[in-house]
């Protein structure tokens, strides 16, 4: 997608749903008491979530997980390892090393709440207040090591049911790492670089349409998900068909009882038209128009006629003008609309507009 993204559209008050949603976690948005009103940016969001979610964290207990330890201990306790131990001359003192299970909350889902809550104690973005609350929380943390993050630290954690409430936490967390860049000529420091001004926020923006439409409207599609879309081309030589590549959809639902298809594109751009030299106004984007068509065109399929009446989406964030056009094929019955919703209005008024743009 296009690097020039809008920056100004999403206010903070809304984006904490949006991430919920891009998270897969919509059910969760509730769960804590954002009251993200007088937050100013999103370093300040990101202070404001994890004080909170802390906060409930620390009255539910924080999880524990069982970690072997390695010991030197006067009661023999887990398995005596009696190689160590003479290695080490302690049988004489009767203290043998011993290898045991121990119940502790010092796990890496921990260490890394720990350690993003003290990173962000040394973030110079976040207003005091924030900062203030969030150390009184950090200050409540028991017995936690600090652990340097990277990407292979997140990926190396594994939710299950009983720790499924650390899926928003990771989530917070792993947002604000990959916002963090190196100060220069400055080691062991950090910016944080607001990512809704970013590429990261085309993704978000993307899982965000996706996962709404199958949480909200589940009801009246049976199946909401990406489709794969192969060209209807057959090669001439046998030897070339897999050279073709296969085209991916943002978002497809599928209603096939009432035998209807929408396919949905989602584009996070700063401009939602664009004027070249040669045009007299402002004009969607050829390469948008022409990505849609290629989809409805190629996922036609005999054994499913309705395909050949699918609609096709195009959603851009609003930015200056509210869009609503809407175009019927010459050649085919499907209509291709092009529609944007406004992030700075109320939720309940984002949620219309989205079902909205997807009613019969």
Request: positive net charge.
């Amino acid at each position: 997608m296009n690097n020039k993204v809008p920056h100004t559209l999403i206010p903070i008050r809304n984006l904490y749903y949006i991430l919920c949603y891009a998270w897969n976690i919509p059910q969760q948005r509730n769960k804590i008491l954002l009251n993200a009103e007088d937050c100013k940016s999103v370093s300040d969001l990101f202070a404001r979530m994890l004080t909170n979610i802390t906060t409930i964290l620390l009255k539910r207990g924080l999880n524990k997980e069982y970690t072997e330890e390695k010991e030197s201990l006067t009661l023999i306790k887990g398995k005596v390892l009696l190689t160590d131990s003479i290695k080490e001359n302690l049988l004489i003192y009767k203290k043998p090393i011993c290898l045991h299970d121990s119940l502790t909350s010092n796990t890496i889902i921990n260490r890394i709440l720990y350690s993003t809550i003290f990173n962000m104690l040394n973030n110079k973005t976040i207003v005091t207040k924030f900062k203030s609350e969030l150390y009184k929380v950090f200050c409540r943390i028991p017995h936690i090591e600090y652990l340097p993050l990277s990407s292979q630290v997140f990926n190396s954690v594994k939710l299950k049911r009983n720790n499924s409430f650390y899926k928003l936490i990771l989530n917070i967390c792993y947002l604000y790492y990959n916002s963090l860049l190196p100060v220069e000529n400055s080691i062991g420091r950090y910016q944080f670089i607001d990512f809704t001004r970013g590429d990261n926020m085309n993704y978000l923006f993307e899982e965000f349409l996706r996962n709404f439409y199958k949480k909200e409207c589940s009801s009246e599609f049976s199946n909401i998900n990406r489709q794969n879309i192969s060209f209807n081309y057959n090669s001439v030589d046998s030897n070339d068909k897999f050279l073709l590549p296969i085209m991916q959809t943002d978002i497809t639902l599928d209603d096939k009882e009432r035998g209807r298809r929408i396919i949905i594109d989602a584009k996070y751009y700063i401009d939602t038209l664009i004027c070249k030299k040669d045009y007299n106004q402002n004009k969607i984007r050829r390469e948008h128009i022409s990505q849609i068509e290629s989809y409805l065109i190629h996922q036609e399929d005999d054994k499913q006629p309705y395909t050949y009446s699918t609609e096709g989406v195009l959603i851009y964030p609003k930015v200056d003008k509210t869009l609503n056009a809407e175009y019927y094929s010459k050649k085919h019955k499907h209509i291709i609309k092009v529609c944007t919703v406004d992030l700075d209005e109320t939720w309940q008024n984002i949620e219309k507009r989205l079902k909205d743009i997807v009613s019969s």
